[in-house]
């Protein structure tokens, strides 16, 4: 029997043959959950919207087709932004390796659910259509739209966290998460930490992520936080950069990494100082540069990361060697030299090394770089790792590329510059007895040596320009002047400002004798 009316045609379970159709629709419901039960009645449609807004204890299928015929319907879920659970009917049969999918907290995003049944309901067999992220052809794909969120402190991660990007900006802090059951499994989220602090990830009461109960992500990390609703794992997106210019104890080794690699400094040496005018004092040498790689394994649980200090100021004698910097017992970066002072002319301290320390100047040579060492007989730049050694009489500036350079100044009294280096630091400068100072060496990668003062002393003379020979007197002036200066009485001493062939020279001349000005 078929009844026919204006606005319907009941085919009563009937067959209708080689029909073609154009323009239809399907008959859409919104049933609502009451008390955690969800009832699905195909006989008013079969299609159901459903607004998630609590957790599903108890679905219901009725009115499937008879056995022996096909019946399909689509189920609609729009999340209000609470993790919600879902007990599917044991009916129920899911694709994709027999587990139910993970359905979208995120508010008002949608998942789309199909299922089939050919056995009267007996069996249905379901599958997720397409899910918040984006479907094509019932697979999931990650077209997810993915919300960034700034942090400078914590606020528990939460369901709504989900596919979200967590951008740490500034702040040293501890980041909570919300029990890993509740989140459930599926949530995910990015965690970056752009600013210059320490986050601290640590989930829920004992639960753990990648297998700890919590580490610390430093700067410049992001990673990938996936939970499976009992705790939480992370892939690294991009790695950590961390500059530590103090030791620091300890240094915990984060999960998800191989290896580790950077760039250990040792401490540069200090300069020497002596208190007479007409004695030569060595700069301080260089630091070494060592690379490292480390694995994992080799790093451990965490390891002590010892920033050597400069060498101690001097107080009227030799600098100190500078200090050792270390990863734990597994690599080292000695420190340079300190400079030579006494009593008579000193020398410069060498630079640091791989294996050693760079040796301190004296009065009877320039330390010797550190190991793997050259001996005072070689050449006295550094080669590979070593650090330089510090001038020699009959040497000039020494460089190094890994090592420490080699300080400035000879015993001589003669002011050699000091050397450079491409990765290891630069030598200081040295004072000649001739009351020469100047800037420290310098580094492409590592630090730049110090400069070096010369002792001063402050005159009261009179002032005149001499042009061509004709000198013109003024008031007299203060001024600063090497000590290296003899100082024989005001009338014989004028500031003066030479010409000579258009050019001025301001200098201090002493019957006709010029010495050099540090400042007026």
């Known amino acids: ?89 044991a009916s129920v049969q899911w694709a994709d390796g027999g587990t139910a999918p993970s359905l979208t907290s995120a508010n008002g995003r949608k998942d789309i659910l199909t299922f089939y049944s050919s056995d009267a309901g007996t069996n249905w067999y379901g599958k997720l259509f ?153 700069g301080g040498g260089g630091g070494a540069c060592v690379p490292f790689f480390l694995t994992s394994t080799q790093m451990g649980v965490s390891q002590i990361i010892t920033i050597g200090s400069g060498g101690s100021a001097s107080i009227g004698g030799a600098g100190g060697v500078g200090g050792t910097s270390s990863v734990g017992s597994l690599v080292s970066a000695y420190g340079g030299g300190g400079g030579g002072a006494s009593s008579t002319n000193s020398y410069a301290g060498g630079g640091g090394g791989v294996m050693s320390a760079g040796a301190s100047g004296s009065v009877s040579g320039g330390g010797i770089g550190g190991g793997p060492s050259i001996s005072a007989s070689n050449l006295t730049n550094g080669v590979g790792l070593s650090g330089a050694n510090g001038m020699t009489t009959t040497t000039d500036t020494t460089h190094s590329e890994w090592g420490g350079a080699g300080g400035g100044t000879n015993g001589a009294g003669t002011s050699r510059g000091p050397g450079n280096s491409v990765y290891g630091g630069a030598g200081g400068a040295g ?56 100082f024989g009485g005001l009338r014989n001493y004028f500031l003066a400002s030479v010409a000579k062939n258009g050019i001025f020279k301001t200098c201090l001349l002493q019957n006709k004798k010029q010495f050099p000005l540090l400042m007026f």
């Open 130 to 282: 397409m899910a918040s992220a984006g479907a094509v052809g019932g697979s999931v794909v990650s077209a997810t739209t993915l919300v960034r969120s700034t942090r400078t402190g914590n606020t528990i991660l939460g369901a709504s966290d989900k596919s979200t990007l967590i951008d740490i900006t500034s702040g040293t802090f501890t980041q909570t998460f919300t029990a890993a059951a509740t989140l459930g499994s599926g949530w995910f989220c990015y965690i970056k930490n752009s600013g210059t602090g320490d986050v601290t990830l640590d989930p829920n009461a004992s639960e753990t992520i990648d297998g700890l109960t919590s580490y610390v992500m430093y700067p410049g990390e992001s990673r990938l936080v996936l939970c499976d609703g009992s705790g939480f794992t992370t892939i690294v997106q991009s790695p950590f950069s961390r500059t530590i210019l103090s030791t620091l104890n300890p240094f915990y080794t984060p999960p998800g990494y191989s290896t580790f690699s950077g760039l250990l400094w040792g401490g540069g040496g200090g300069g020497g100082k002596y208190g007479s005018a007409d004695i030569t004092v060595g």
């Open 431 to 486: 004072c000649s007895s001739l009351g020469e100072g100047g800037s420290g060496g310098t580094s492409k990668f590592g630090g730049n040596g110090g400069g070096a003062q010369v002792p001063v002393q402050v005159l009261m003379v009179p002032f005149r320009e001499e042009a061509e020979g004709q000198p013109r007197r003024g008031q007299p002036l203060v001024l600063a002047v090497p000590v290296s200066v003899p």
């Open 1 to 89: 029997m078929v009844k026919l009316s204006a606005h319907r045609l009941d085919m009563q379970d009937a067959r209708i043959d080689q029909a073609e159709l154009r323009d239809f629709s399907f008959s859409k419901n919104a049933p609502a959950i009451s008390v955690g039960v969800l009832a699905l009645d195909i006989s008013t449609g079969n299609v159901f919207e459903v607004a998630l807004n609590a957790d599903i204890t108890s679905i219901t299928i009725s009115n499937p087709s008879p056995t022996g015929k096909a019946c399909k319907f689509d189920l609609i879920f729009t999340a209000d932004g609470t993790a919600r659970t879902v007990t599917w009917p």
